[in-house]
């Protein structure tokens, strides 16, 4: 039965129309317009959906929608004003090209997201665990490994 | 590029031109979530969603199908079958075969018979799952093996032929003949395949279509719709991810989006899931090899008899060209002085196969590379000293491939004897040997092997591209041209030649979708030829806009045209010094075109495939890389401990991209050669659809330590700035990573005995092959 479920996106609350079983990134997409995660196999595997629930790396493709009522949901979208205004996280990873078709991107930030929250500085072995559950089809995940092992290291200026 | 391009004054060196390691155009919109793939346009009102019904058994005859029930559920505003198709039901690429809907047979498990829109996606998949179909099942084909014996083909056999295999193989001191077989491989883009279609007026359409070949996709669609080429309009600005399945296969989906929206008169999405993607469209071919060789006591190849089998599906798509370019590169980078090489393009009850990055090379490269490494172990020499006798030549020694086409470029000798260095060979396989004697369960492998990889389409005509070069009285530029966006970074690229031949900062260039309104009858981005076309179409555009400039200035100041240069943002006339912009105001002024279409023909190339006989290449990329592997002979799990890359790009217009591409290639082809795994049961359905069951190369699966190096190298060939392509070769540099496993398994019998170890060496075939070797040393 299709209700109405009141959802914590990105700070603000927002009233969506789900079932027992919408997936939260239907609702995401399709609702509310926040297309930064993507649809990839819509399986919980490829990882291209990643978003935060309450700071945890989660599936938005597996998360229910009507389960999310009260947590804190984060999308790509929460990071930047826009493609100029970079959030670190992202920031290193445009400029390490890491970045080839692009669409495994928002999940791997995500997931460096809440990687980097408990860690700070993650090694390498910590990285490629945290992001083994994101698919790339087209780098070796060097570059991104690199950018992510990167943010923990003292900055210059 | 960044905003307010053309406002700054203030402007220095030239930034982002040719050779300078800029990032990809759209890195920032990527990471921001701001890059819009066509899942991600905002939906016109009306909308409607698209769910297939697909056929349920391999090969039957459609006897019935029943949509009524289909039509009558909730929120459903068309179905569509065979019947209902307008205008020429066969969307063949190049030959006929390929039915928008199975038309009274299907040929595979998963073809579509009925297509529903609705609503909703969740109504359109409810009702595609009530169209009832009665068939009556047919005997099925499903391998490679089983057709060639039973001479199924989808086209003939073709055969090249250089001097007398027959007699060399007689006289030959060692002989020996084999077989194997390699797996395919599913594409896994990320993106799956997906079109929106929005009726226009009169009738026309404009559709965005995730195809690496919109002029394809507007050409077919026009054909099954009954309507003139001019009335459909279909749109790219970026695809995730391509690799070649999104050469021919998109035009299904974008022609069933197409149909149902001229039906309906509303816009029509089609995106396929995962799993229909996977069921519904075809992937690498997997190959059957069968061959007879002879060698010297060197392991010096005197005569190659080779059959190379691909396995094409129930329809011809491209399996003419991608068996063609297996047989093409059945020698890698090896001399054969005598060869026949027979390819075959077999017709089996499954989903058509299609382009997949190499396009049959890889397939080619791995049954040579097999047999020089069966070579090398049955003489107990290392397979390095056994490739490096194989070489070609130059210069007339040992140079003409058995197609006939003379190796002009070989760069291989320097690059094997740069890499055997660089990366410690030597030294590292005694270290090999030593571990292993030492270590029971884990064992060790290396392999350092070459890639020769040919670049241009083998279909001649393809060989051409547009641009179309735009500058605004501001001094920014708009470009566009037939390349299309999968990640590989062609627009950028691209981009940077015109930055270059202008000399104005790359941000001055904004780069628009491809669209066949712009640039007409474009070649499929494929090949690995993107940059190498459209670079050249686009500065040969730009080049005639400069020109027109330069001999306006000439005479507006009255100089000699060769008193005019384009540097660094600025126009020097004799002592005159103006910014880029104040030129082409003026220029405009003075009623100047600022437009230019561009065009490029790849020349040199010829090929008579009736004689099997030409130069159907340019020219060749080359690359080599050296892998070592670790395996436990208990389990059959692996893992790659280092690899180092050596890869020749010419004179690199991005080395930033180039290396993105060469390591994202490279571990594709690990990921080929040694976990992916496509698996079909005995009733000829898919097993392996989703990346549950389907496995590719995660962070984790990647050898620890990679180094790739750029080749110092120049194209030889006059080639936009004397680069290479880059796209396909470095997928080959896998190769080594599934002989490293090979090498690996062979110490399990003490490099005595030759392991039998096909591909993809997934942990249950190298365990099978260390038990087999086991077997074998204990008998």
New interface residues.
Partial sequence: MTTTVRLDVNGEVREVRADGATPLLDVLRDQLGLVGAKRGCSYGVCGTCTVLIDGMAARACLAVAADCEGRAIETVEALAPGPDRLHPIQAALARAGAVQCGFCIPGVVMAARALLAVNPAPDEDAVREALSGQMCRCSGYGALVEAIVGMGRPQDG | M??GGGIRRDRGPLKGGVGA?V??D????????????I??I?ELPGTLHVAPHLSVHAHARILSVDVSAARAAPGVRAVITAGDVPGDIDIGPVFPGDPVLADGLVQFHGQPIAAVAADTLKQARAAAALVRVEYEPLPAVLTAEEALEKRFFVSPSLTMRRGGPEAALAAAPHRMAGTMVMGGQD??????MIAYAQPREDGDLLVFSSTQHPSEVQHLIARCLGLADHAVTVEVR??????GGKETQPAQIACIASILAARTRRPVKF?L??DDDMIMTGKRHDFFVRYDVGHDADGRILALDMDLAGRCGFSPDLSNAIVDRAMFHADNGYFLPHAEVRGHRCKTHTVSNTAFRGFGGPQGMVAIEHVVDRIARSLGRDPLDVRKANLYGRDGVRDVTHYGMSVEDNVLPEMLDELERSSDYRARRRAIDAFNRESPVLKRGIALTPVKFGISFTATHLNQAGALVLVYQDGTVQLNHGGTE????VYVKVAQVVAETFQIDLDRIRITATNTGKVPNTSPTAASAGTDLNGMAARDGAIQIRNRLTHFLAERFGTAPDAVAFKDNKVRVGDHVMAFEDVTRMAYMARISLSATGFYRTPKIWWDRSAAHGRPFYYFAYGAAATEAEIDTLTGESRFLRADVLHDVGHSINP??D??QI??G???GIGWLTMEELWWDAAGRLRTH???TYK?????D?PAD?RVSLFANANREDTIHRSKAVGEPPLMLGISAWLALRDAVAAVGEHRLVPDLDAPATPERVLMACEALRARMAG
């Fill in positions: 960044a905003d390691s990032p990809h759209s890195a920032a919109k990527h990471v921001a979530g701001e890059a819009i793939y899942d991600d905002p594409h896994f883009y990320l993106e799956g970026r695809m995730g991810g391509g690799f995106r899931d995962r999968m990640g590989q970074g930033a991209i290396i993105g390591e994202g490279f571990v594709q989703a990346p549950s590719i190369p995660t962070a984790r990647v990679l």
